[in-house]
């Protein structure tokens, strides 16, 4: 197992900006796949965005646009850097590695799965 560790979550008001960070510790990581999901408080978690070993991603379309999913091979980090953030954008925001089929599909297996880090969007 190898589980992502994410930071980088806080407050912000509607129309502000945050950059979140998973980073994972495996030998893998250049050829690993990582997404990102959200959970807002009563709702099933959603997937964010994801990228593969070479770069390509995979945007859902309520972020579309405003979020964007990189990442830092020397770093082993993804990063979802976060623009014109609206209040439905509040929750918890986890990361995942994996299969990227399993991450677009959000079927990641336990254990690959990030504690989350809380970003919440006031008015």
């Known amino acids: 197992q190898v589980q992502p560790v994410e930071s980088g979550g806080g407050l912000v008001q509607v129309g502000g900006s945050l950059r979140l960070s998973c980073t994972l510790s495996?030998?893998?990581?250049?050829?690993?796949?990582v997404g990102w999901f959200r959970q807002a408080p009563g709702m099933e978690r959603e997937f964010v965005a994801a990228?593969?070993?070479?770069?390509?991603?995979t945007y859902a379309d309520s972020i579309r646009g405003r979020f964007t999913i990189f990442r830092d091979n020397v770093k082993k980090a993804v990063y979802l850097q976060m623009i014109k953030l609206k209040i439905e954008d509040t929750g918890v925001y986890h990361c995942?590695?994996?299969?990227?089929?399993?991450?677009?599909?959000?079927?990641?297996?336990?254990?690959?799965w990030g504690q989350g880090t809380q970003v919440t969007v006031s008015s």
């Open positions: 995942a590695t994996g299969p990227y089929e399993e991450i677009v599909t959000g079927t990641v297996a336990d254990g690959y």
């Open positions: 495996a030998d893998t990581f250049s050829s690993s796949a």
């Open positions: 990228i593969d070993w070479s770069g390509m991603r």
